[in-house]
T-cell receptor, first 114, second 114 residues
């Protein structure tokens, strides 16, 4: 069965430091992968997505993610974190069977220290 | 583009009453919309898939008689929580499907049942 794992429930980084949020997936074929950010009390905003092609994907707000098939990973990175990046981050994979459903990871809550 | 709205953003209702939440795709048509439920500090749980002109498809364990979904047009889906109880208090988020595996999320509706 498909699944998405975000191993880190909480991450704290200092402002200006680099960031990497981990995401591992279980899927038989080439997956459709997404990273979303949710600010407190808000809906989800798409940061970036991977469907095919270049395995390094650029997104909004200076984020990027790299698809590594051999590791079944799609980690999110940012070279320099801003205080406004504090939020909940969700990794998701598009489910099979043409239902267009997503399977979400459990999320990683990012705290940024001034 | 690809804006999804929800109304209301916050609703308080008394136990035993029903409440309707609207989800609208403002600048695109969506034959498929999704309804999620999110508990505090947790991930999104898919409740049901809403298809325009047909019955919704509910996920296992979701009470279809309690959570009534109607997808009356290509831009509107509604979720009605019937006979609400305090345990139904939650953050409800909708999304609209567009293109290939892309979902655009609404800002969410916070339901508080007293």
């Amino acid at each position: 069965a498909q699944s998405v794992t975000q191993p880190d429930i909480h991450i704290t980084v200092s402002e200006g430091a680099s960031l990497e949020l981990r995401c591992n997936y279980s899927y038989g074929a080439t997956p459709y992968l997404f990273w979303y950010v949710q600010s407190p009390g808000q809906g989800l905003q798409l940061l970036l997505k991977y469907f095919s092609g270049d395995t390094l994907v650029q997104g909004i707000k200076g984020f990027e993610a790299e698809f590594k098939r051999s590791q079944s990973s799609f980690n999110l990175r940012k070279p320099s974190v801003h205080w406004s990046d504090a939020a909940e981050y969700f990794c998701a994979v598009g489910a099979t069977s043409g239902t267009y459903k997503y399977i979400f990871g459990t999320g990683t809550r990012l705290k940024v220290l001034a | 583009g690809a804006v999804v709205s929800q109304h209301p953003s916050w609703v308080i209702c008394k136990s035993g009453t029903s409440v309707k939440i609207e989800c609208r795709s403002l600048d695109f048509q969506a034959t498929t919309m999704f309804w999620y439920r999110q508990f505090p500090k947790q991930s999104l749980m898919l409740m049901a898939t809403s298809n325009e002109g047909s019955k919704a498809t509910y996920e296992q364990g979701v009470e279809k008689d309690k959570f009534l979904i109607n997808h009356a047009s290509l831009t509107l889906s509604t979720l009605t929580v019937t006979s609400a109880h305090p345990e139904d208090s939650s953050f409800y988020i909708c999304s609209a499907h567009r293109g290939r595996y892309e979902q655009y999320f609404g800002p969410g509706t916070r339901l508080t049942v007293t």
